[in-house]
């Protein structure tokens, strides 16, 4: 599972050949979620509220990317990391 952020104690991941919506995977210590990419929402899961900000925050500022990578990843098996959130 390629790691494509990390900040702030986020780990932020996407699977090769994932199922369908678009999304990617979240790890905060022992929290654990899945995160739509559109719409950029919550989708399984728990997230501190705190941490949850912040990765959403990250995402809207990355939604292409994320969306790229999703695309990449899929068909190619390739990606590219994504600036973390500073």
């Known amino acids: ?7 702030l104690g986020i780990v932020i991941t ?3 050949n994932d199922h369908n919506p678009p999304h990617f995977h979240v790890r905060y210590e022992d929290y654990r979620a899945l995160v ?3 719409p950029l929402e919550l989708r399984e899961g728990r997230l501190p ?3 949850l900000g912040l990765v959403i925050e ?9 969306m790229e990578n999703w695309t990449t ?14």
């Open 36 to 38: 739509g990419i559109e």
């Open 58 to 66: 990250w995402g809207e500022m990355h939604q292409a990317e994320l």
């Open 1 to 7: 599972m390629p790691e494509i952020s990390r900040f």
């Open 14 to 16: 996407m699977y090769f």
């Open 73 to 86: 990843l899929a068909e190619e098996g390739n990606f590219r990391r994504i600036a973390p959130l500073v």
């Open 49 to 51: 509220p705190r941490v």
